[in-house]
């Protein structure tokens, strides 16, 4: 098994930047791609961004492309999500995700393979 666990969410005015992290426990090596998602209060939970294992690989909702980084640290089973010029629209539970599945180089924006969910992270923009 795999927890993971958020952490850095907080509230921040539009235009500002904000890091949240996820940092897995357990059978890490386990985990291969890792990725982001949110969930806006009455909408559904979407995909943000994700990363191969390799880390070489990254994949961006159009919503938030040039506007926020995804990275990982293998050694420290740790993914982070750099935000920078929030909107409000931003404003939503950021939750971390970990695929199961045996691939380096390639990840997936598809909430259904993901095999591992955190708890997930408060980020308010305010106008």
């Known amino acids: 098994q795999v927890q993971l666990v958020e952490s850095g969410g907080g509230l921040v005015q539009a235009g500002g930047s904000l890091s949240v992290s996820c940092a897995a426990s357990g059978r890490t090596d386990s985990i291969y791609a890792m990725g982001w998602f949110r969930q806006a209060p009455g909408k559904e939970r979407e995909f943000v961004a994700a990363?191969?294992?390799?880390?070489?690989?990254?994949y961006y909702s159009d919503s938030v492309k040039g506007r926020f980084t995804i990275s990982r640290d293998n050694a420290k089973d740790t993914v982070y999500l750099q935000m920078n010029s929030l909107k409000t629209e931003d404003t939503a539970v950021y939750y971390c995700?970990?695929?199961?599945?045996?691939?380096?180089?390639?990840?997936?924006?598809?909430?259904?393979?993901?095999?591992?969910w955190g708890q997930g992270t408060q980020v308010t923009v305010s106008s």
């Open positions: 990363i191969s294992r390799s880390a070489d690989t990254t």
């Open positions: 995700a970990a695929d199961r599945t045996v691939r380096f180089f390639s990840a997936t924006n598809v909430q259904d393979e993901y095999d591992y």
